[in-house]
T-cell receptor, first 113, second 113 residues
Framework: DSGVTQTPKHLITATGQRVTLRCSPR?????VYWYQQSLDQGLQFLIQ???????AKGNILERFSAQQFPDLHSELNLSSLELGDSALYFC????????????FGSGTQLSVL | GDSVTQMEGPVTLSEEAFLTINCTYT??????LFWYVQYPGEGLQLLLK?????DKGSNKGFEATYRKETTSFHLEKGSVQVSDSAVYFC????????????FGRGTSLIVHP
């Protein structure tokens, strides 16, 4: 058990809808990272937050947004969903800003039908 | 930009066989190198790391040596077990700049009894 909790584990929705994925980092970790894993793209970095502030942005679509709350949990919002957004979304956390050692949650499997 | 290239999988071996999973990287400076492992239904977890040239990372019988001259970080294990069946990801974090890990696409390992 990595200590990183992601909910829900599975999400099935329709095109055009909006969903929210939730992540609770390990106790004491200030950084949260979001990754998207798909068969054709591999593991793609989306966005990082550190202590409530956005720190780095990767290949995140404009339809996607995220935030980190004062209690350090994070939410990833995906809107106007398309079939191609179907993927496994991982949250990871680390103590510091740097990615020397990431702890991953077990992911949210999103299926857009 | 930074990139990590891993050998295509799946790699299929019999129990007690020798394992090599190739990984090469492109990055400026002196990155830190990592291997993560993803067991079925779980998130990634750090397997081993090396932070400078000629360093050897090791854990659970797995080893990888940071070779700057060949920009490689190949993963090896002398005798694999069925329980080693998983997806293995090579990754790098560049020092002095973005600390966001860049991951390879992953190599699936299947070990048969």
């Amino acid at each position: 058990d990595s200590g990183v909790t992601q909910t829900p584990k599975h999400l099935i929705t329709a095109t055009g809808q909006r969903v929210t994925l939730r992540c609770s980092p390990r106790s004491g970790d200030l950084s949260v990272y979001w990754y998207q894993q798909s068969l054709d793209q591999g593991l793609q970095f989306l966005i990082q937050y550190y202590n409530g502030e956005e720190r780095a942005k990767g290949n995140i679509l404009e339809r996607f947004s995220a935030q980190q709350f004062p209690d350090l949990h994070s939410e990833l919002n995906l809107s106007s969903l398309e079939l191609g957004d179907s993927a496994l979304y991982f949250c990871a956390s680390s103590v510091a800003q740097g990615g020397e050692k990431l702890f991953f949650g077990s992911g949210t499997q999103l299926s857009v039908l | 930009g930074d990139s990590v290239t891993q050998m295509e999988g799946p790699v299929t071996l019999s129990e007690e066989a020798f394992l090599t999973i190739n990984c090469t990287y492109t990055a400026t400076g002196y990155p830190s190198l990592f291997w993560y492992v993803q067991y079925p239904g779980e998130g990634l977890q750090l397997l081993l790391k090396a932070t400078k040239a000629d360093d050897k990372g090791s854990n659970k019988g797995f080893e990888a040596t940071y070779r700057k001259e060949t920009t490689s970080f190949h993963l090896e294990k002398g005798s694999v077990q069925v329980s080693d069946s998983a997806v293995y990801f090579c990754a790098l974090t560049r020092s002095g700049g973005s600390y966001i890990p860049t991951f390879g696409r992953g190599t699936s390992l299947i070990v048969h009894p």
